[in-house]
C-alpha cells in the first residue's frame, strides 16, 4: 500500500461508514438507500431528470463546489503553519466586498477589468487576515480568537455597507449594484448546462496547483511548514516563525479573497452582492480540508464530493420525499470519523501485525 493511499484511507473509511449509516436512516423512512444513492450521483454529477439540461448537475456541483475549494485552502495554508483560522468566512466577505466596491465603482475596462478586481479581492483577504497574523506574531494573539471576532466585525461591516454605500437604490432588497460586465468571470458551458459555473473554478485549480507547488518546491512552503512542525527547531535553523506565521495568514486570506470575489464575479446572486451570498462556505472549508488531509489535490477532491452530496440531497426531497438533513448527519458523520484518525490507524495497525 502506497504511503499516499495510506495517509487518505481514513477519509475513505470514513466516507464509506458515514453512507453506511446514512443508508440505514433511510431504510427506517422506506426508501432503498442503493437507489437514493444512485439517483443522488446522477443529480450531482450528469443531470436530475430527462427535462434537465445536459451535464447541469456536474456543472452545479463544481459551481458550488469553488467557495469550498478556496475556504478548505485558506485553512490548509494556516495549518502548515500550525495555525487555526476560523476567520476564512470573514476573509471571503472582505473579498467579495471589496470586489463588489472597486467593480461598482470603476466601471471601465481600465480600472475595473476582472483581473484588477480580483487583485484587489486578494489584497483585502490579505490584510484581514494578516490583522490575525500581526496580532499572533507580535502579540501572541490566539488566532482562533482573533478570526472569530474578526468575522463578527466583518459581518457587520457587510451589513452597514449594504444598508449605506454599496446599497442598490433601485432595489427593494438588501443588495448592492449589479457589477460592472468587464468585470465579472466567464461563464463556462452556461448555454449546456444552465448553470454558473464560472472561470472562479479553473482558477481555484489553478490556486490548488500553485499551493502544492508553493509547500512541495519554494524555500518560503519549506519554512512555514517547518515552523508548523517545530517553532523551536525552525527558528534555531534560522527560520523566524513569527515572519511565517503572518505569511501563512496572509496567503490563507488570499486563497479566502477569490473565493468571496469569485461567487460575486461569478454570479452566484446575478452578480451583486447580498447579504447571504456568502453562505456558510468559510466554515464548510474547514470540514473540507480536514476531509482532504491538508492535501491541496485532496481539498479538490473533498469540496467536489461535499458539494456533490449538497446537490445530489436536493433529490432526497423532490423524489424521496426525504429530508435533506440525512445528508447533513452523513456530513457531519464524515468529520467526526475522520477525527478520530487514530482509531483507524490502530485497527490498521493490529491488522497488519496478524
Do not use: H
Not at 473579498?95 to 478586481?117: C, H, S
Not at 461591516?157 to 465579472?184: C, H, M, W
Request: hydrophobic letters at 55%; charged letters at 15%.
Amino acid at each position: 500500500m502506497t504511503k499516499k493511499l495510506k495517509e487518505f484511507l481514513p477519509s475513505i473509511i470514513a466516507v464509506f461508514i458515514a453512507l453506511v449509516i446514512g443508508g440505514i436512516v433511510m431504510m427506517t423512512k422506506g426508501v432503498n438507500p442503493l437507489l437514493a444513492y444512485t439517483d443522488m450521483a446522477k443529480a450531482a454529477f450528469y443531470r436530475s431528470s430527462a427535462r434537465a439540461p445536459f451535464m447541469g448537475g456536474l456543472a452545479k456541483t463544481l459551481f458550488t463546489a469553488t467557495p469550498l475549494i478556496f475556504s478548505a485552502l485558506a485553512a490548509m495554508v494556516a495549518f502548515k503553519a500550525g495555525l487555526f483560522n476560523i476567520g476564512a468566512q470573514g476573509q471571503m466577505i472582505a473579498g467579495g466586498l471589496a470586489a463588489t466596491f472597486w467593480a461598482v465603482t470603476f466601471r471601465n475596462y481600465f480600472l475595473g477589468n476582472t483581473i484588477v478586481v480580483l487583485i484587489v479581492a486578494m489584497a483585502a483577504g490579505f490584510l484581514w487576515a494578516g490583522i490575525a497574523g500581526y496580532l499572533k506574531s507580535k502579540f501572541g494573539v490566539n488566532e482562533v480568537i482573533s478570526t472569530i471576532m474578526l468575522n463578527y466585525i466583518m459581518v457587520d461591516f457587510q451589513n452597514y455597507l449594504l444598508n449605506g454605500i454599496l446599497k442598490d437604490p433601485t432595489s427593494q432588497n438588501t443588495q448592492s449594484e449589479k457589477v460592472f460586465e468587464g468585470a465579472r468571470l466567464p461563464l463556462l458551458f452556461a448555454k449546456i448546462t444552465k448553470q454558473n459555473l464560472n472561470f472562479g473554478f479553473i482558477i481555484a485549480i489553478l490556486v490548488v496547483v500553485g499551493i502544492y507547488f508553493f509547500f512541495k518546491y519554494m524555500k518560503k512552503g519549506y519554512e512555514i511548514k517547518a515552523v508548523g512542525l517545530s517553532e523551536t527547531v525552525a527558528e534555531n535553523a534560522g527560520i523566524n516563525p513569527k515572519n511565517m506565521m503572518f505569511l501563512a495568514m496572509g496567503l490563507a486570506g488570499i486563497c479566502a479573497g477569490l473565493g468571496g470575489a469569485e461567487r460575486v464575479l461569478g454570479g452566484s446572486a446575478q452578480y451583486a452582492y447580498t447579504e447571504l451570498i456568502m453562505g456558510d462556505a468559510g466554515f464548510t472549508g474547514l470540514a473540507v480540508a480536514l476531509l482532504g488531509k491538508n492535501n491541496p489535490f485532496g481539498i479538490l477532491i473533498a469540496a467536489i464530493f461535499y458539494a456533490a452530496l449538497d446537490v445530489g440531497g436536493q433529490t432526497l426531497q423532490l423524489r424521496y420525499q426525504v429530508d435533506k438533513e440525512i445528508v447533513l448527519i452523513i456530513q457531519a458523520l464524515i468529520i467526526i470519523f475522520v477525527a478520530s484518525e487514530n482509531l483507524f490507524k490502530f485497527f490498521i495497525s493490529k491488522r497488519k501485525e496478524k
